[in-house]
């Protein structure tokens, strides 16, 4: 069976942490491991989004954490980040939604929407009694949005709106998608719409056969001749920038999601590793090889720890910039990945099971490593950054 | 009602523990956390508001970082905190932490005092109903249910092997509570945030000293035990070593 989580901090982490950080941090631990931890296996079995959690989510302010307002409890990024890496440490699926509904649905109403908007959907969005989807990615563009082939047409009073979004969080069990389309009278500028998912035309689809983030909805779109009225146009939205400002936020926090998924597979395979036997009768911890790969590990999230608090210390005082968060969520995937493969190895077979969580987070690792800018997308956007040439 | 909720921070439970030099406690660099009981003697204490009105009051004796557990309490809905802030309180026998609490809610009048049965560090016992004696109040312990009632309080008490006792006292008075009395909530995020703007009072040494005495009880040594592997063989006729065998698990062991 798997162990109960003991937390790590080998540098004195929650040193640098306030009173508040902490607090929330143990709160958001707390939640996941009395509601969470019990039910993740069967929900990646089944392939079950936990629904359930939502209201109780709502309750204690998980949405749309670090906005202000709109009954949104106003943290820190600080703060949302080190309640991202407990969501994590549960789920990359479960936080992925929470990240969704958080930084790329009630963000960009909060950023770019009306007062009419935000008055509307923003308390409903952070109840949990409505949740969002972010349509920005299609089938034929990833890593290079820009192409997109979504297109609204001003009509009267109304946008019609015709595409097709795809790996879409949570499409199928939300009330509303932002959805980027080019304006066709607007000289195909970017912008973002607000659409109910009861208008007809649109149509939201699973994706079957996932690998990876079983416990989280992934969808595509598909918007044929949908109308919206107007004033459902986000007006602050102009250009590429804007999607890509939601996808600065949601990056950041899977910075720190990153982190969680990697202490779980990391106080997995410490504690295995101590208890397991092999070779005169000697638990495999004092074997040097698996000293080095627990080694490896506690070293790398250590220093992951430091590079999301520094990103989040100045987000919080306005000066991150993007090619920061690139750094990032870059580093932190790509470490968590490394730490889930080497804490399998440590496991044997049993790292196999999901009576242990490694090859859950291992193969949600897969998925975070590619979505929200892909590991080779941000190395080159931190190579743009450093030698000032554009290599994409 | 107005309640009063004494709440202790302890070492977390799974934190590995090293001694202090001197052997008398143990080392400060571990994770501290809310005692458990005392955070079922506050959730009591908010359901008891929520019925009743009132208000929750919040007090705790310990260094600053023990301001962690008032602030928790307060992101959790208590409505104020205090927090007798030295590094001296850890030392204090209960006799003395339940003088200290005594004398910084001496101003005050709580028509109900609660909290845990016991810590999870000294496990004594004994906070809860001294400070019931030093204010001259009735008090009642492990307790399991609290219902208020026109004269004051229908309560449950649990017993040993399975038997409850169920008691009535006047108000106000002191209950130790029983961890699982309750459901624990947890702290909402906006809660966190609003505990800010609450009222955490501060309480020196120099207040209540005049009131402390010499500690009663004080720690000598702590040690972890030592693993012995000792083994003795007997030899000789079978008769003899029965024997032998027989007298060591008498006079020695004492298991016989």
């Known amino acids: ?392 | 009602m107005k309640i009063l909720v004494c709440i202790k921070q302890v070492p977390q439970k799974d934190a590995p523990l090293k001694l202090n030099e001197s052997g008398t406690w143990i080392r400060e660099d571990v994770s501290y956390e809310v005692n458990e009981p005392d955070a079922y003697a506050l959730e009591e204490a908010l359901r008891q508001k929520e019925k009743h009105g009132g208000e929750v009051v919040v007090i705790t004796a310990g260094p600053a970082r023990s301001q962690q557990v008032l602030r928790e309490a307060l992101a959790k809905g208590a409505d104020r905190a205090i927090h007798l802030e030295d590094d001296k309180f850890v030392q204090l026998d209960s006799t003395n932490t339940a003088r200290a609490i005594a004398a910084a809610v001496a101003e005050e009048n709580f028509d109900l005092i609660v909290t845990g049965l016991q810590s999870d560090d000294f496990g004594a016992a004994q906070t809860g109903v001294l400070l019931a004696e030093i204010l001259g109040l009735p008090h009642a312990t492990i307790i399991i249910g609290i219902e208020k009632t026109d004269s004051g309080l229908h309560l449950k008490r649990e017993l040993e092997a399975g038997h409850y006792q169920y008691v009535d006292l006047p108000t106000p008075a002191v209950l130790t509570i029983q961890s699982g009395i309750n459901k624990l909530r947890y702290a909402s995020l906006i809660g966190i945030k609003q505990a800010k703007n609450k009222p955490l009072r501060k309480v020196a040494w120099a207040e209540v000293e005049p009131k402390l005495s010499k500690n009663l009880q004080q720690i000598e040594r702590l040690y972890v035990p030592v693993k012995q592997k000792k083994t003795e063989m007997i030899d000789g006729p079978a008769a003899e070593v029965a024997r032998k065998v027989t007298e060591y698990l008498k006079n020695t062991a004492r298991v016989i």
Request: charged share 25%; with cysteine; glycine share 10%.
């Open chain 1, 1 to 392: 069976m798997a162990f109960k989580f003991k937390g790590v901090d080998f540098i004195g982490f929650d040193a640098l942490l306030n009173e508040d950080e902490r607090l929330s941090r143990d709160t958001a631990r707390q939640f996941i491991e009395d509601n969470l931890i019990p039910i993740i296996e069967e929900c990646n079995r089944e392939g079950r989004f936990p629904r359930e959690l939502v209201p109780q989510m709502g309750e204690l302010g998980f949405f749309g954490a670090n906005l202000h307002g709109y009954g949104c409890a106003g943290m820190s990024n600080v703060e949302y980040g080190l309640v991202m890496q407990e969501f994590e440490r549960g789920d990359s699926g479960v936080r992925s939604f929470v990240s969704v509904q958080s930084a790329l649905v009630m963000y960009p109403i909060f950023t770019f929407g009306s007062d009419e908007q935000k008055d509307y959907w923003l308390p409903l969005l952070a109840k949990g009694e409505k949740l969002g989807c972010f349509g920005l990615t299609e089938p034929d563009f990833g890593s290079n949005p820009g192409g997109m082939r979504t297109r609204a047409r001003k009509v009267g009073d109304e946008y019609v709106l015709n595409g097709e979004k795809m790996w879409i969080t949570s499409g199928t069990i939300s009330d509303v998608a932002v959805i980027w389309a080019k304006v066709e009278d607007e000289d195909d500028r970017v912008r973002g719409f607000l659409v109910e998912t009861d208008r007809p035309g649109f149509s939201a689809y699973d994706v079957h056969g996932k690998w990876s983030l079983r416990a989280s909805v992934t969808s595509g779109l598909s918007l044929q001749d949908v109308h919206v009225p107007a004033k459902n146009l986000m007006p602050g939205t102009g250009g590429l920038k804007s999607p890509l400002m939601c996808l600065n936020q949601a990056r950041y926090g899977i910075s720190w999601g990153a982190i969680g998924a990697a202490m779980s597979c990391y106080d997995t395979a410490l504690q295995y590793s101590l208890l397991r036997k092999q070779f005169r009768d000697q638990p495999i911890a004092s074997h040097q090889l698996v000293q080095e790969k627990l080694t490896w590990m506690i070293s790398e999230i250590s220093k992951a720890q430091l590079l999301s608090l520094q990103v989040g210390r100045m987000k919080d005082e306005g000066k991150v910039s993007f090619e920061h968060i690139s750094m990032a969520k870059r580093n932190n995937v790509w470490m968590a990945l490394e730490c889930a493969r080497m804490a399998r190895d440590i496991l044997g077979g049993n790292g196999i099971t999901d009576d242990y969580p490694i090859m859950r987070h291992m193969m949600n690792l897969e998925s975070v490593k590619t979505y929200e800018g892909t590991h080779d997308i941000h190395t080159l956007i931190i190579g743009q950054s450093v030698t000032g040439i554009p290599a994409y």
